[in-house]
């Protein structure tokens, strides 16, 4: 399995790997974002790390959703 890393943004959260149909990505996904939902969370920090990792897993969707910019990266 092989990491990937566009600007920044870890794609592995979303189970970015060069065999993973979108589907497989997209159920990921929303496994994290339920998982670590900002509400789910009363601590301030916790509840700052989860909605950093929010935006973390989609922007990391952003490109692998988009088969043409995933493409690029594959």
Same mark, same amino acid.
């Not at 589907?23 to 998982?35: H, P, Q």
């Not at 897993?57 to 952003?62: D, G, I, P, S, Y």
């Given at each position: 399995?092989?990491?990937?890393?566009?600007?920044?943004? !870890?794609?592995?959260?979303?189970?970015?790997?060069?065999?993973?149909?979108?589907?497989?990505?997209?159920?990921? $996904?929303?496994?994290?974002?339920?998982?670590?939902?900002? !509400?789910?969370? $009363?601590?301030?920090?916790?509840?700052?790390?989860?909605?950093?990792?929010?935006? $973390?897993?989609?922007?990391?969707?952003?490109?692998?959703?988009?088969?043409?910019? $995933?493409?690029?990266? !594959?």
């Amino acid at each position: 399995i092989r990491v990937l890393e566009i600007e920044g943004v !870890d794609l592995q959260p979303c189970g970015g790997t060069h065999v993973a149909s979108t589907a497989d990505i997209g159920e990921a $996904r929303r496994f994290l974002l339920l998982a670590y939902h900002p !509400d789910r969370f $009363r601590d301030p920090g916790q509840r700052e790390r989860a909605e950093e990792l929010a935006k $973390r897993v989609n922007a990391a969707w952003e490109v692998l959703g988009e088969p043409a910019a $995933r493409a690029a990266y !594959d």
